[in-house]
C-alpha cells in the first residue's frame, strides 16, 4: 500500500525555460529545475577489489572548478546505441571504463534524487562483486580520471587528508561506504 501523500492538487504547467545539449531548464509555478535530456538517470557504483581496497575517481569537475573525488559513477542510457540500457548495465560499463576493473556481478542497493530541489535526477547505489582488472581505466577520450585503490578500514582517513589537501568530496561517498560497512552485499 502506497502511504505516500498525494501530489498537491492545483499544481501548475511546467514550462521549458532552455534546452541545451544535455540538460534542460523547467520551471513550475516558483521553482525552477534541471533534468538531463539524453540519460535516464544516474548510477554510483560501490566497488570493493579483491584486496579488499575501496575504488574511488578523482576528475576535475567544470562546475565546481575543482578536483573531486567520487566513487565510480556515470549516468544511464546516455549512449545513442543504449538508450534503453539498465542500471546495472551501465554500472559495470561505468566502472570498467572509469576504473579496469570488472564486475562478475551488479547488486542494486538503493535509488533517490540526487538533489531533489534543483533537479529531477535519480540516484542508484549499486554494489559491483567479483572484480577482476581487464584494463587502465580513466574514462573515454572525453575524460581524465585518476583511479584510487583505497584500503577499506583506511579510506574515511584517505578521505578526510584529500579534503585537507584540497580536494572536493563528493558526500554521495560516505553513502556508499555506509552501504559497504553495513551488511549491503
Known amino acids: 500500500m502506497n502511504t505516500t501523500p ?4 492545483g499544481m501548475p504547467a511546467v514550462s521549458t525555460l532552455f ?4 540538460l534542460r531548464l523547467q520551471a513550475c509555478g516558483h521553482w525552477e529545475y534541471a533534468e538531463r535530456t539524453r540519460a535516464s538517470g544516474a548510477v554510483v557504483i560501490v566497488a570493493l577489489t579483491p584486496g579488499d581496497q575501496v575504488l574511488f575517481v578523482e576528475q576535475f569537475r567544470v562546475p565546481v572548478a575543482q578536483w573531486t573525488i567520487e566513487m565510480p559513477a556515470g549516468l544511464v542510457g546516455d549512449l545513442a546505441d543504449a538508450r534503453d540500457e539498465s542500471v546495472l548495465l551501465a554500472a559495470a560499463r561505468e566502472l570498467e571504463e572509469e576504473t579496469g ?7 542494486f542497493l538503493h535509488a533517490g534524487p540526487s538533489s531533489a530541489g534543483m533537479s529531477n535526477e535519480i540516484i542508484s547505489f549499486v554494489r559491483a562483486h567479483e572484480l577482476r582488472k581487464v584494463g587502465a581505466g580513466g574514462g573515454d577520450a572525453t ?15 584517505w578521505l578526510l587528508a584529500q579534503a585537507a589537501a ?17 551488511g549491503a552485499g
Not at 19 to 22: D, E, K, L, R, S
Not at 101 to 107: L, V
Not at 143 to 157: F, L, S
Not at 172 to 180: D, H, S
Open 6 to 9: 498525494p501530489i498537491p492538487a
Open 19 to 22: 534546452t541545451g545539449n544535455w
Open 101 to 107: 576493473w570488472r564486475p562478475a556481478r551488479i547488486e
Open 143 to 157: 575524460e581524465n580520471i585518476r583511479v584510487h585503490a583505497v584500503p577499506r578500514a583506511q579510506a574515511h582517513a
Open 166 to 182: 584540497g580536494y572536493s568530496i563528493d558526500p554521495k561517498l560516505f553513502a556508499g561506504l555506509w552501504f559497504l560497512h553495513h
